[in-house]
């Protein structure tokens, strides 16, 4: 099936040449980080975390996501999923290495990593953290390619890869509760000491990975011939909708307990993220603007789908258009609230009480957009191997 990915149209191909310029852009950058050092980061020593592990975390959401579609097909026998399953599970691949890849360019020296496989300490939250997303990994690799080959040869899968299939199941809740976990085992940061971190996590998860499916599933309706089906799309919205709502009052209730309960360390948080905090006579506010947008965006893109969903417009296809807009919507306000005000704002308050805002610099930016556009790339080649497949069953 390989070959498949080596036949495309010029679309495909100058797509193709123009992510990898931008993954040149991001390897010139990492080089010179490595070269000369994190200094070249907006990182230090109050804030030992920054662009790479937010998104780090964001990703690792979305490899989960892919669950959204796996549960309701294989425990379910949802049908309706029957042409996009395989979506999820190529989905993950991606994101698991961009997730990966994140980690690497954060620890500074790549061979770093290899102490956690040589000097394993169980006691330690990253060694699971790397045991649970290798896993997941390796699920995602064998699972989508022996049932794409079934389904190319148009056979049944194997009985033996449903094995693998139900083990992925737990393990997709897993990799984003045990990231959850990461944050909750470090007392200096009282904004991340949540028992509601993990369900924060997931909630989140099972919206923005749906999100990616969907508006893939769009753009494939108009370049690549392929639809997924009305009942199928109508259905993730459904999901979507409930993941984003559940994440939202989760959002609410980090409220209610910081300022009903008073606790400073929360407050300090949520006061730094959505008002600004004023001290020895500097305004920090920084993440305001990111902050509102995404509330915004989150009740913006949930109105709009919710209105699709009561008035039966989501089974029209003038109502694509509509679709992605209140994915797109709700997608970045996830990005915005996980991606970069959770992991940012516990960081900006320091475990004594002062604020250290960070500003990520270009190198940092550059590395990101690399990476991301690796991302794309497999993501890219991958939903191709699956959509020709799918056309050679059909023909």
Same mark, same amino acid.
């Given at each position: ?6 036949? +495309? ?10 992510? &990898? ?8 950058? =990492? ?12 990182? /230090? ?7 790479? #592990? ?34 999820? *599970? ?33 006691? %330690? ?9 290798? $896993? ?7 699972? %989508? ?8 040869? *148009? ?21 984003? $509760? ?9 007392? +200096? ?7 509601? $971190? ?13 999100? @990616? ?34 994440? &939202? ?11 009903? %309960? $008073? @606790?400073? +360390? ?22 305001? !603007? ?35 807009? /209140? ?23 320091? !475990? ?7 500003? !990520? ?5 550059? #590395?990101?957009? +690399?990476?991301? &556009? ?8 991958? =939903? ?5 497949? *799918? ?5």
């Amino acid at each position: 099936m390989i070959e498949k990915a080596l036949r +495309g149209s010029s679309r495909y191909w100058t797509w193709l040449g123009i992510l &990898a310029i931008f993954i040149g852009i991001g390897t010139f950058c =990492y080089v010179r980080q490595f070269l000369i050092g994190q200094g070249l980061t907006g990182m /230090g020593r109050d804030l030992g975390w920054g662009l790479y #592990i937010s998104q780090f975390t964001f990703l690792v959401g979305v490899a989960a996501g892919g669950l959204m579609l796996v549960l309701p097909y294989y425990v379910h026998d949802f049908k309706a999923f029957g042409r996009i399953t395989v979506l999820g *599970e190529f989905l993950a691949i991606p994101a698991l290495v961009m997730c990966l890849l994140f980690i690497i360019v954060d620890i500074g020296q790549p061979l770093r990593a290899m102490n956690m496989i040589l000097h394993p300490t169980p006691n %330690s939250m990253l060694f699971w953290d790397m045991c649970v997303l290798l $896993t997941y990994l390796f699920l995602n690799l064998i699972c %989508s390619w022996v049932i794409l080959t079934a389904e190319r040869k *148009e056979v049944a899968p194997p009985k033996w890869i449903y094995i693998f299939v139900y083990i992925s199941i737990p393990m997709a809740v897993s990799i984003h $509760t045990v990231t959850a976990m990461l944050y909750c085992g470090l007392p +200096g940061h009282e904004f991340w000491l949540s028992a509601i $971190t993990a369900p924060r996590f997931l909630a989140s998860a099972f919206a923005a990975g749906p999100i @990616i499916i969907v508006l893939a599933c769009l753009l494939m309706k108009r370049i690549a011939n392929f639809d997924a089906g009305k009942e199928a799309i109508n259905k993730i919205l459904t999901i979507i909708i409930y993941a984003a709502l559940i994440n &939202a009052f989760f959002v609410c209730m980090e409220f209610f307990v910081a300022y009903y %309960s $008073t @606790i400073p +360390g929360h407050m300090h948080s949520l006061d730094y993220l959505f008002f600004g905090i004023e001290e020895h006579g500097v305004m920090y506010n920084n993440l305001v !603007p990111f902050m509102w947008t995404s509330v915004f965006l989150c009740f913006g893109g949930l109105i709009v789908l919710a209105w699709l969903k009561l008035s039966k417009k989501v089974m029209t296809d003038a109502a694509d258009w509509i679709i992605a807009a /209140g994915c797109l919507a709700v997608f970045l306000s996830l990005f915005i609230d996980k991606g970069l005000g959770f992991v940012l704002g516990g960081l900006a308050i320091t !475990p004594f009480d002062t604020v250290v805002e960070y500003y !990520p610099t270009v190198n940092e930016i550059g #590395i990101t957009i +690399g990476i991301w &556009a690796v991302g794309i790339f497999m993501v890219t080649v991958l =939903y191709k191997l699956a959509v020709d497949v *799918e056309h050679e069953v059909e023909e």
